[in-house]
């Protein structure tokens, strides 16, 4: 018995259309996916913007020499001390404590509290450990001459203890002193003087909030300049009077050419003659080289330094 033939089916072909269907899918599919990723890198960025608020970023810390005195400065309402002899002024806090002082002492001295609340302490003043204290002080040149070398003079590269610092238009180094058991740290600078000798300033105990008040305080320094006609005056009320019988004069004619002056003592107290007087600048200070009291003859090798156009 003959057994029929099965017959198999042909599935009909894919058209083009059904396979544009099927990579039509596919590239939606594809597209999604990149968007979706592209999405979610865009959000993790701005999630870690978030996390960093600008106003933690660290700033630079200015160095103490920068430090501006200009308006909005808390120094600008400070008191102001100003030395009439060697010319330098600087501001200081108001309100300071009183030292306690043997008689005629007459220094410069300031303390204040290290903090504010201690101020209400009836015995601040005689408690070390709340107050730190500023002292003022100056060296004259022939005591600098017989001195020895300071620490910071002999190891200037020790940046642990010297500090340099530029006070008043002055390179200078502030000695912050050596920690010792049970004393008290003392710091102390000094100011080259553009005439002779270094002004001086201490600050004891180091401590953070004394620190900060030397700091301002230094900033604030400066010396003082004085026209050459006003040196000059000052210079001849000393040197007239000591050197003839005229106490009361006037000058007239001053004329300056480079280091030298010229200029004529006019008398007003007692009747004689009028006398020129001749000055050098030297080392920023003024002296007088031919005048009454001098012995100066024609020949005088003083008289060949001195320039021909200022005895015109």
Known sequence: MTQPEETIEEQPKAGLLDKLKIHKFKILGGILGVLVFAGAVFGAYKFGQKQIPVGLQPTPTPLPSEVSTEEGDETADWEIYRDPDLKYEFRYPPDPLEPSRSEGDTSFVVGYPIKEEYRNDPFIAKSADKTFWITLGYISQAQLNVMGVTYCGAYPNNTSRCESIKIGGVNSTIDWGREEP?????????????????????????????????????????????????????????YIPAHSLVKVFELEGLKILGNFAKVTAVPKDVVTDKAMVILEKSGGEWSVIWGPGTAIGKTDPVLEKIPEGLLE
């Open 182 to 238: 049970d004393a008290q740290t003392e710091a102390s600078v000094w100011i080259r003087h553009p005439n002779s000798g270094v002004v001086t300033f201490s600050l004891q105990p180091v401590v953070p909030e004394s620190k900060e008040v030397f700091y301002q305080m230094l900033s604030t320094f400066k010396f003082l300049e004085e026209s050459d006609e006003t040196q000059i005056r000052k210079v001849l009320d000393g």
